[in-house]
């Protein structure tokens, strides 16, 4: 996986995002698929992290309001940000990349 590093520093230094957001965040990226795909229900991630559903919920709402993540056509899948990383061919990253996808808020 590649990591847009400047992202990673702007996530970081955010006063808005708390722990229980970046602990979703990790385990999203763990299991994130080429193409930054990343398909893992809300109680799975919740039970992986001794986390409440809701307190998973409330991450993922963040994230997606920030434009790190997107919501995928179907419920428990989300696409990461190709501006935040990259999971595949780098070939299909500038297209991605290209798509209507919108730089990390």
Do not use: C
């Not at 409440?52 to 409330?58: I, L, M, P």
């Amino acid at each position: 996986m590649q990591i847009n590093q400047t992202f990673l520093e702007e996530f970081a230094a955010r006063r808005d995002v708390g722990l229980e957001v970046y602990r979703v965040f990790i385990y999203l990226n763990a299991r994130l698929d080429f193409h930054n795909i990343i398909r893992v229900p809300q109680t799975e991630i919740a039970k992986a992290l001794g986390m409440h559903k809701q307190s998973v919920h409330r991450a993922i709402k963040k994230l997606v309001e920030l434009g790190i993540l997107i919501p995928g056509p179907v419920a428990s899948a989300w696409r990461l940000n190709p501006n935040a990383g990259w999971k595949g061919k780098v070939v299909h990253l500038r297209g991605a990349q290209r798509q209507h996808l919108e730089p990390v808020k």
